[in-house]
């Protein structure tokens, strides 16, 4: 790319968040969504069924108290906020890998909180990925959805999980959730934004909260800012230290971690990188024996091909692919991976360096004292593990990672944390060269 295209492009990464906000509500509200019933039933989803359409700023705001407010929970005691906590990136608080929540407030979930930032481009689910904006021909297998494993097409089916689910707010029906809302300290609020008589129509009032919530995850402001110390460095306002260039390097490093593979780290058409591809893959982390339902020996979380997700159960090949999430943020994470089986970011990169190399530090030893390597996976569907680089080595070879290269990309990660912008006035000048390397 010429410098000009090269600046051109950085404009455009300026101006991109700033135009979505308004258009992805507005571009959502005319397509035909599943249906929840009632008097709309056989509209699109977002046919107007309420007096009033609220502008994305009114919906916004909504949003964020229906988000925060506890009283959504059939418990009373759990709101979206007490699990995707604002101040670690809408991802879990605390270094319990699933969280307590359900009708009592104590039952356990079975997977670790993802985090709710940068979902914004995440492709709705296909088992035929064809990425238009690399080489068009290749099908990449499935990739995207919502969820760790897919399951929820879009973020308008998304909302409607977790306030359903056994495991965490735990409703009974819809009216259960207008009810809340229309008795909550906000329901002055919400018929100003719908229309007085919004509350008569339970339907039409459920319609609005899933908006509201939906439209509150759109708010770039607060989900995707691009402001962490990599964007600034993209966009030649800051520098990256000595330490944080070798780890940048060392991710992208076929030879080294090659983790751009499947977290793409440079910056593509003028759009940010994403720090994931969407794709779903089988790294075979370890069984997390500290999840309540894994003390039953036979269950497995198998991702993509169950049990949670049940429309692709046939697919063995699937068994164990999990979608690879973004790493923005990554080091406010308390817990790692689908099963929060580790609780630091050096460990979460370590294990890429010595899954294959020295599985024993990782996998515990049967009965037999032999050493039971991807524990968490039915031998079954050993096959479907990911084997490239830096997962092509045999127990005893040399890691693809030294310890300082692990220190170097642990650097690296940190800068994708967002808030840098905020905290550096007078940013240092800008780095020569060029946007470093591509992923796939
Ligand atoms: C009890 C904890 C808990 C509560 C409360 C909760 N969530 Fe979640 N959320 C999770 C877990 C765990 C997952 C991952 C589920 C999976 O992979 O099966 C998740 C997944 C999601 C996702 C998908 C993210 C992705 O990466 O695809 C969205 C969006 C989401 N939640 C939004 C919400 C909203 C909105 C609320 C409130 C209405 C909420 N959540 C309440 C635990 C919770
Ligand atoms: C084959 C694709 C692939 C490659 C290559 C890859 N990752 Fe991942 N990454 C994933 C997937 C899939 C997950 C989720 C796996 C799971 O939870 O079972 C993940 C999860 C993670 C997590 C945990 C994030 C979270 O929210 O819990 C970190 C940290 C991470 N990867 C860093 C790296 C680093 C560093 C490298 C290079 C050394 C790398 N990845 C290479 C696919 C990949």
């Known amino acids: 790319m010429s410098s000009l295209g090269k600046w051109l492009s950085n404009m455009s990464l300026l101006i991109r968040p700033l135009l979505s906000v308004g258009l992805l509500v507005i571009a959502s509200m005319g397509v035909a969504l599943p249906q929840d019933g009632g008097p709309a039933a056989g509209a699109p989803f977002y046919a107007n069924t309420a007096e009033k359409i609220p502008s994305a700023a009114v919906l916004t705001a909504l949003g964020r108290e229906l988000f925060a407010d506890p009283a959504l929970s059939a418990s009373g005691k759990i709101a979206c906020a007490g699990c995707h906590d604002p101040k670690h990136a809408f991802g879990p608080a605390n270094d319990s890998p699933v969280q307590r929540a359900g009708r009592n407030g104590r039952l356990s979930g079975v997977r670790a909180v993802p985090s709710l930032k940068y979902a914004q481009n995440i492709p709705p689910f296909t088992e035929h990925f064809v990425d238009d904006e690399g080489d068009d021909s290749v099908d990449q297998g499935p990739a995207g959805g919502r969820t760790w494993d897919g399951r929820a097409a879009s973020l308008h089916e998304q909302a409607r999980l977790p306030l359903f689910s056994p495991l965490e707010m735990a409703n009974t029906d819809a009216d259960a959730v207008v009810r809340k809302v229309r008795q909550g300290r906000y329901a002055a609020q919400f018929r100003a934004a719908f229309g007085a008589a919004i509350f008569d129509d339970a339907a039409a009032a459920f319609k609005g909260i899933s ?122 994470r308390p817990v790692f991976f689908h099963n929060g089986v580790m609780h630091s970011l050096r460990d979460a990169v370590r294990f890429y360096a010595e899954r294959d190399t020295q599985p024993q530090k990782w996998y515990p030893r049967g009965g037999d004292g032999s050493l039971a390597k991807f524990d968490d996976l039915p031998a079954a569907y050993l096959a479907n593990v990911d084997r490239q680089a830096p997962f092509d080595r045999q127990a005893g070879d040399v890691s693809a990672l030294s310890d300082a290269d692990i220190d170097d990309i642990v650097a690296f990660l940190r800068t994708l944390t967002d808030g840098y912008l905020a905290t550096v006035p007078t940013p240092p000048p800008a780095p020569s060269g060029s946007v470093p390397g591509s992923g796939r």
């Not at 991710?251 to 751009?260: E, Q």
């Not at 309540?292 to 036979?298: G, K, L, S, T």
């Open 211 to 332: 908006m509201a919530l939906e439209a509150y995850q759109q708010s770039s402001a607060e989900f995707y800012p691009y402001s962490s110390k990599y964007d600034a460095y993209l966009r030649r306002e800051a520098a990256l230290s000595e330490q944080e260039l070798r780890g940048l390097a060392a991710f992208i490093d076929p030879g080294k971690g090659n983790c751009a593979r499947c977290h793409p780290a440079a910056a593509r058409n003028g759009a940010l990188p994403q720090f994931t591809d969407f794709g779903f893959a089988a790294i075979g982390v370890p069984r997390n024996r500290r999840i309540p339902v894994n003390a039953d020996p036979h269950y497995f979380d198998l991702g993509l091909c169950g049990p949670l997700r049940t429309d692709l159960r046939s697919r063995l090949e699937y068994c164990g692919m999990f979608r690879t999430p973004t790493l923005r943020n990554v080091a406010l």
